[in-house]
C-alpha cells in the first residue's frame, strides 16, 4: 500500500465514521503530549458536573432556557384565563374629583333692555355668578353584565388555549430530550473514535520503535522503517482531530442543556454500554406505530379545537346582550371649603339596565364568521399534510434502525476477524515471514472495523431516539 493509499484509506473511514460531528478538515500535524487527557484539556477549578444520559436529560429539563420559556407561555395563558373569566363578576370603581373655580360663569335674564322685562327689576344689568368656588364629588359605581353569551362562550377559548399552551410546552420538551439524547450519543461517539485512534497510534509507534532497533542491528531494510515513521505521521493528524471533535460535541452537548460553556463535565458511559441495547430495541412494524402522543399532530388538533371555540364565539355576536350598572355618590359644592359644613353635602344614587341589540354592522360579522370556517378547513388539510410527512418519518427511521442493525452484526463479525488477522500478521512480521505492508493492511482493516462498529452503535440508538420524538415520548413516559 503506497503512502497516498494510505493516507486516503486513513481521512476517509474517519470521516465516514465521524463526519457528522462536523470535524475540522486540513489541520496541521502538531505533536500533542500523550499524556494529556480529554478530561484535564482545559481543566477548570469547578469540580466536573458527572453525566450519564438520563443525568443529562434531566438536567437539561431544569437549565434549558428554551424550555422555561414554553413553561412561562403556560402560566401566561392561566393569567389571561383568569383574566376573562374576572368579566363574569361584578366590576366596582371608587371615583373621586375636586374642581376649583378660577373665574364663575355669568348667567343674565332678559332683553338687553331689562326695564321692558317684568322680571327685569330684579336681576342686575350686568348678569348673576354662576357656580360655587370649590367642588367635590365621590362615590362608587358597579357594573354586572346579566346576559352576554358571547363572553360565556369566549371561556371555552380561553381554556383551549391554555391545554395549547401547555402541549407546546411538551412538544418542545420531547424535542430537547431528543435533541440531548443524540448530542450525548455524539460525544460518545467522538470518544469512541479518538480511542481507537489514540490506540492506533500507540500502537503504530511500538511498531516503529521495534521497526527502528531492527534496522539499527541490520534485520530489516530502511524503506520498512521509512515506511513505519509514514504510518506514524500519518496517524497523528487525525487524533489532533479526532481530539478537536471530541471538544465541538462536549460544546454543543452543553448549548442544548443550557450549560455553560466553560462549565467542566465528566462523561460516565461509554459507547460500549449501548451495545445490549441494540438488541432490547428492535425495529418494529410501520403499521404499529401509534402517533397519538405526537406534539406537531396534538397542537393542530387543539388548534382546530381553539377554532371551534372561536367560531362559536363570532355565532354569540349576533345575540344581544344585558348589563346593570349601579352608581352612589356624594357632591360637596361651596364657596368656602369647609368640608364640616354638612348642609352643602348631596348624595345621589343611581341604578339601570343596559340592553345592546346588534342590528346591522355591514357585514362585518358574517364575513368574520365565514373567515374562521375557512380556517378551520385549512388546518384539516394542514393536518392531512403533516401526519402523511411524520409517516414518512417514522418509515425512515424504521429503515435506519434496521440498515444500522445489519451494519452493527456485520461490524461486530469484522472486529473479531480483523482482530485475529492483525494478530497473525504481527507474528509473522516478527518472524520475518511477511513484510511491513502486510502488517499495515491489518491494521487499517482492524481500525475501519472498530471505527464502523462505533458508527453502527451510534446510528441505531440515534435511529431510536428519532423514533421517541416521532413518538412524543418523554423520560418521564418512559419510565
Known sequence: MSKITQRVAVSACLAWACGCLAWPVGLLAQEIPQ????????????????????????????KSPTLEASVLGVAGAKYDQRK????????????????????????????????????GQFFPSDGIEMGQTHSLQG????????????????????????????????????????????????????RESLRVLEANYANAQTNYTQTAAKYEHGLVAEYDKIRMETQVKNILPNVVS???????????????MGLDLDTPIEIT?????????????????????????????????????????????KRMAFLPTLSMSFTYQYSFASDRFHLSDKKRWSPFS?????LD?????????????????TQIRQLVAQRVAAESQLRLGVMNSLSEQRKALEQFASARDAVATAE????????????????????????????????????????????????????GTTLTDAK
Open 35 to 62: 499524556a494529556q487527557s480529554l478530561e484535564t484539556q482545559g481543566a477548570s477549578t469547578e469540580r466536573p458536573i458527572a453525566l450519564s444520559l438520563e443525568g443529562a436529560v434531566r438536567l437539561a429539563l431544569k
Open 84 to 119: 376573562n373569566k374576572g368579566a363574569l363578576l361584578p366590576t366596582i370603581k371608587l371615583s373621586g374629583s375636586y374642581t376649583h373655580m378660577l373665574k364663575k360663569q355669568r348667567v343674565y335674564f332678559g332683553s338687553d333692555d331689562m326695564s321692558s322685562s317684568p322680571m
Open 139 to 190: 362615590g362608587i359605581s358597579a357594573g354586572l353584565p346579566l346576559i352576554a353569551p358571547q363572553l360565556w362562550v369566549s371561556l371555552q377559548l380561553d381554556k383551549e388555549a391554555v391545554a395549547l399552551a401547555e402541549e407546546r410546552a411538551r412538544g418542545s420538551q420531547v424535542d430537547l430530550e431528543a435533541e440531548v439524547r443524540k448530542a450525548y450519543m455524539a460525544v460518545l461517539l467522538a
Open 242 to 256: 479526532a481530539r478537536t471533535a471530541v471538544s465541538l460535541s462536549e460544546a454543543k452537548l452543553k448549548v442544548v
Open 269 to 313: 458511559e461509554t459507547l460500549a454500554d449501548y451495545t445490549d441495547r441494540v438488541y432490547q430495541n428492535l425495529p418494529e412494524q410501520t403499521k404499529h406505530i401509534s402517533l397519538e402522543g405526537n406534539s406537531q399532530l396534538r397542537q393542530l388538533d387543539l388548534q382546530g379545537r381553539q377554532l371551534d371555540a372561536a367560531l362559536k364565539v
Open 350 to 354: 343611581t341604578i339601570g339596565l343596559a
Open 357 to 373: 341589540i346588534p342590528v346591522y354592522t355591514g357585514g362585518k360579522r358574517y364575513y368574520d364568521l365565514r373567515s374562521t370556517e
Open 420 to 471: 485475529r488477522g492483525h494478530k497473525i500478521a504481527e507474528v509473522r512480521y516478527k518472524s520475518g515471514a511477511s513484510t511491513v505492508l502486510e502488517l499495515n493492511d491489518a491494521e487499517m482493516a482492524l481500525l475501519q472495523a472498530r471505527l464502523n462498529y462505533s458508527q453502527a452503535v451510534y446510528n441505531y440508538m440515534v435511529a431510536v431516539f428519532s423514533l421517541d420524538a416521532l413518538r
